[in-house]
């Protein structure tokens, strides 16, 4: 059969499929075809579980943490299997490069430019330390415990989970396992301020767990702290100051990825117990509204409420969702947490 | 001859391009996701006098199917359009549907019809709870209050390794049959049900003689998560106390991430009837 034939067959195999089966009188295995679509308003997603398959012989994961992408579009992974700590993608899911076997706890994960450069900061729960290191591995720089901030008792209370740069070169650390502080030192290394701390009232974090600087308002960045078991977001000074809390219920944000006006939340779980597979995506406007819960509930805030309904997953496409990236076509790659060794995921934007 | 031959490879291809295009399009895709169970909006599984149920899942194309017989929902079973009214006790049992995802799991939430006159008038601790969980006292027991799945409200009452024992004063000239105590399962917050109940009865609250008594079927296998309702024979009639003890599951088995450290055990209320 030549290329012309094929398309006559496919051609006339729809026609025939149409004209026995007009729309209002199909059946249901036929409305099966469509395929699935998750998300609301412009933030929708064709799901490909697979984009980022690999052997597990090969390239072993146990959780999957996070995920940055360079400026010339790789895209970097935190695992913590010590076999390979940092796995690198390109675009379509094939491995680049692989390495770290020093980071049993590689967990948070940010990339920052520095005079043109561009640099990881890996966050090591089980070690109790930040590590700075170049974009295939050599260690630049560690970040122990604060032990001049009179906080802690020993490293062992100290478990960072995420990391923030500053144009400046300040690195604000959020100890999300910890004692749930942030630690803001200047780019030498030395303490100049920490805040935040486990609590109830306001301006406390209750699981600091991801922190970002907000820039959509470039005359004023905020830095945004999730404190992921209170399902709130704090803004706060880049100088500390508490701001505000916007209030997520049913969302345990892990962390705020910025990405033009909006803001992208992996959300773990929408209910405890922590390992409840009850996680999606969430997405914030520029005014911090939630405007779409890919494998979530339809987002809705009552007349005069600041804060959405109660949300919660609606289909099960993700186990524990823990991060997201947003590239600069619109799609979304998504790691998981505690999900049987799952690669990550791309969410393609319709 | 050509021309047949070139036909019968065009059918064949014909069936390949078939097979193919219903395999890609029916199986692979769209029935690979399946909807989450929907939500409980204002929910407590007991009632005195009418029982209200409120669902929701809020998503565009999807739907609520109910059942009320105990059977289990389909899509072609009741359509939920608004809030449930039972007056009997009753097991209501959902589904999620939608056309492009395939169907929820079932979930089942019981509703329990409470006759107030035949429900104990005074209820004491005899072992304190965890001061973590210590809802408001005894009185969490006979409040017709669910607990909450987050665990953080006042409803329930939470036993760190230890036994809870609870004596219950009943009222005068009531016949009762049974007695239930709702628990919880939820072993990756490590609560664990129970490892066993014994039921003992006195008529003076001094002298106490077994009733009866509760162990799980299956108590080697890991424990399915979900609420628990442990129910109890009562047999003599005229009884005036009742002393519960829900014995804690000991330590966590070698299973669980905590093996070896002490077990949960979750109650939010005892009723009889």
Redesign the interface.
């Known amino acids: 059969?030549n290329r012309r034939?094929?398309f006559n067959?496919?051609a006339a195999?729809l026609l025939g499929a149409q004209l026995k089966l007009p729309e209002h009188s199909r059946p249901?295995?036929q409305?099966?075809?469509?395929?699935?679509?998750i998300g609301?308003g412009d933030f929708r997603y064709k799901?490909n579980?697979d984009w980022g398959k690999q052997d597990p012989a090969k390239y072993p994961v146990k959780d999957c943490h996070e995920l940055v992408m360079d400026r010339v579009g790789r895209i970097y992974m935190t695992t913590n299997d010590t076999h390979n700590n940092i796995l690198v993608f390109n675009k379509d899911g094939l491995i680049l490069n692989a390495w770290g076997t020093e980071y049993p706890g590689a967990h948070g994960l940010t990339l920052a430019d520095e005079n043109g450069e561009e640099f990881l900061y890996i966050t090591d729960y089980d070690r109790h330390e930040v590590i700075k290191t170049t974009l295939t591995g050599r260690v630049i720089r560690v970040f122990s415990f604060p032990a001049d901030s009179g906080k802690y008792k020993d490293a062992a209370e100290f478990k960072p989970t995420e990391t923030a740069i500053a144009p400046n070169g300040d690195v604000f650390i959020a100890d999300g396992y910890g004692l749930d502080y942030v630690i803001q030192y200047d780019a030498n290394g030395h303490l100049k301020n920490i805040f935040g701390g486990k609590g109830t009232e306001p301006g406390s974090l209750n699981n600091a767990h991801g922190i970002a600087i907000d820039h959509r308002n470039s005359a004023e960045p905020v830095l945004l702290v999730t404190s992921r078991a209170a399902n709130a977001l704090n803004r706060y000074t880049m100088d500390g100051r508490f701001l505000d809390a916007i209030q997520l219920p049913g969302a345990y944000i892990c962390r705020p990825v910025v990405k033009g006006d909006h803001v992208f939340f992996a959300v773990l779980i929408s209910?405890?117990?922590?390992?409840?597979q009850?996680g999606y995506i969430l997405i914030l406007d520029k005014d911090n509204k939630v405007v779409s819960c890919p494998g979530g509930?339809?987002p809705?805030y009552a007349a005069g409420s600041t804060q959405p309904?109660p949300m919660?997953?609606?289909?099960?496409?993700f186990k524990h969702p823990h991060d997201v990236l947003a590239d600069n076509d619109g799609n979304l790659y998504v790691s998981q947490w505690n999900a049987n060794q799952v690669y990550p995921a791309r969410l393609e934007r319709i | 001859m050509l021309k047949i031959l070139r036909t019968k490879?065009?059918y064949q291809?014909?069936g390949l391009?078939?097979c193919l295009?219903l395999l890609s399009?029916?199986s692979a895709?769209?029935?690979?996701?399946?909807?989450?169970e929907p939500?409980w909006q204002h929910y407590s599984p007991f009632f005195t006098d009418a029982a209200r149920a409120e669902l929701k899942?809020?998503?565009?194309g999807?739907s609520i199917f109910y059942t009320l017989d105990g059977t289990e929902p389909t899509d072609k079973s009741a359509l939920y359009v608004k809030p449930i009214q039972v007056q009997k006790s009753a097991v209501l049992k959902v589904i999620?549907v939608h056309?492009?995802?395939r169907a929820s799991n079932v979930v089942s939430f019981p509703l329990i019809r409470i006759e107030k006159q035949k429900q104990a008038k005074n209820v004491k601790l005899l072992q304190p709870s965890s001061p973590k969980y210590p809802g408001h006292g005894a009185a969490t027991l006979t409040d017709l209050q669910k607990g909450s799945?987050?665990?953080q409200d006042l409803s329930w009452l939470g036993f760190e390794g230890t036994d809870a024992q609870i004596l219950l004063e009943l009222p005068r000239k009531t016949k009762s049959k049974k007695l239930t105590i709702s628990c919880l399962s939820?072993t990756?917050?490590w609560i664990f049900p129970p490892k066993g109940v014994v039921l003992e009865g006195s008529q003076n609250g001094v002298d106490f003689s077994p009733l009866s008594k509760w162990s799980p079927q299956n108590a080697t296998e890991k424990p399915a998560d979900g609420p628990l309702f442990i129910e109890l024979p009562i047999t003599p009639k005229k009884l005036r106390w009742i002393k519960v003890t829900v014995q804690n599951y000991g330590q966590l088995p070698a299973w669980h991430p905590g093996a070896g450290k002490a077990a949960w055990l979750f109650i939010d209320e005892i009723f009889i009837d």
């Not at chain 1, 409305?31 to 679509?37: A, L």
């Not at chain 2, 895709?29 to 399946?34: N, S």
């Not at chain 2, 899942?57 to 565009?60: A, I, L, N, V």
Request: hydrophobic letters at 40%.
């Open positions: 059969m034939d094929f067959l496919g195999l249901q295995k409305r099966n075809m469509t395929e699935p679509i609301h799901i579980l209910h405890e117990p922590w390992d409840s009850t509930s339809l809705h309904d919660y997953q609606t289909v099960k496409v | 490879r065009l291809n014909v391009v078939f295009c399009c029916a895709r769209a029935q690979e996701f399946q909807l989450s939500q899942f809020e998503m565009p999807a999620a056309p492009d995802f799945p987050g665990l939820s990756g917050s």
